[in-house]
């Protein structure tokens, strides 16, 4: 259900938005793009991944498990980054010294 409140107190604070999911109407605002915002806050929230994950029960052994897999994996992709940042350094700083020499010749 979407909530929208026509009136408002003050121009930038909607006291509404902070109390949960819900969005104001502005002025002016199509109702596509009122449901576009509601869409985007659901989805930054998480709500649509929690109600996802507790369809079924998940035993507690199983969720470490899958949680433990997950930060393995984000360890290795943020690694992978950054190794991929000090090659792309390492290059930049050869062809700076390639170009020094080459300018001494």
């Given at each position: ?6 009136t ?21 605002e ?76």
């Amino acid at each position: 259900m979407i909530k929208i409140h026509e009136t408002r107190r003050n121009k930038h604070f909607y006291a509404e938005e902070h109390s949960g999911i819900c969005v104001v109407r502005h002025e002016g605002e199509s109702d596509d793009n009122l449901i576009r915002r509601f869409r985007k806050k659901c989805s930054r929230s998480g709500i649509s991944r929690e109600i996802r994950q507790r369809m079924y029960f998940e035993k507690p052994s199983n969720r470490r498990r899958r949680k433990k897999a997950q930060s393995i994996r984000y360890k290795l992709k943020e690694d992978k980054k950054l190794e991929e940042m000090r090659e792309r350094a390492r290059i930049k700083k050869f062809k700076l010294n390639r170009k020094k020499s080459k300018g001494d010749i």
